[in-house]
């Protein structure tokens, strides 16, 4: 089934990126990982440690592929809405429009209006760390803080899974958001981590 879904990777990775793509044999565990959650894999993903009632925080230095693989990741996941990509910049922007409106966007938890149960949005939210506090009409706000904190308690009640990459580290997680979001984002996600030392393939 992997060699499938890897072959898939391939073709598909080609179509949307171009020519160039390549899934390099370095990054198949970490793919594999991915591939297990996506897939709904029991047995893979508890071979391999992960977790599929957590989202996934994908870690590792700028180019080494992992916003591209969690835009491809979308292609899996069959029995639930896929997941949507989202610039943590682009948020930070809107908020400096719409202001506190943002958070509910991104946190909120929507109903069916047949059955009225409750309809979670799940998002990737790419590139943590790259926002910055932006000021609405005066007031500052770490808007990222605000919605992983908001997300977290949809978390806990109604089954919201969230994915994130990033460039930092935990520690520097700490240092921009504090540590209840550090302490959050763990009980929330499994960390899928490149080595610090992955090469830039925009190179």
């Known amino acids: 089934m992997y060699q499938q879904a890897f072959n898939y990777l391939q073709?598909?990775?080609?179509?949307?990126?171009?020519?160039?793509?390549?899934v390099l044999n370095e990054d198949h565990l970490i793919i594999q990982r991915l591939l297990a959650w996506s897939l709904k894999?029991?047995?893979t993903a508890q071979q391999l440690g992960v977790d599929l009632t957590k989202g996934l925080m994908v870690t590792g230095p700028i180019g080494c592929g992992k916003s591209s693989l969690m835009n491809l990741m979308r292609f899996y996941i069959k029995d639930e809405t896929p997941h949507i990509l989202k610039p943590c910049r682009d948020i930070a922007f809107e908020f400096e429009k719409a202001g506190f409106e943002v958070i509910r966007r991104y946190a909120c938890v929507?109903?069916?209006?047949?059955?009225?149960?409750?309809?979670v949005k799940s998002f990737c939210f790419d590139d943590l760390g790259t926002e910055h506090s932006l000021r609405h009409f005066g007031q500052e706000c770490n808007i990222?803080?605000?919605?992983i904190l908001s997300r977290y308690d949809h978390?806990?009640?109604?089954?919201?899974?969230?994915?994130?990459?990033t460039n930092l580290s935990a520690d520097e997680i700490?240092?921009?958001y504090g540590p209840r979001v550090r302490s959050r984002l763990r009980e929330m996600c499994n960390l899928i981590a490149f080595p610090r030392d992955a090469p830039d393939k925009r190179k």
């Open 11 to 22: 073709n598909k990775g080609s179509q949307i990126y171009g020519p160039l793509f390549r």
């Open 41 to 43: 894999d029991a047995p």
């Open 110 to 119: 929507s109903y069916h209006n047949s059955t009225h149960r409750p309809y």
């Open 144 to 147: 990222m803080a605000e919605i």
């Open 155 to 165: 978390f806990i009640h109604n089954n919201m899974l969230t994915h994130f990459t």
């Open 174 to 176: 700490e240092k921009f």
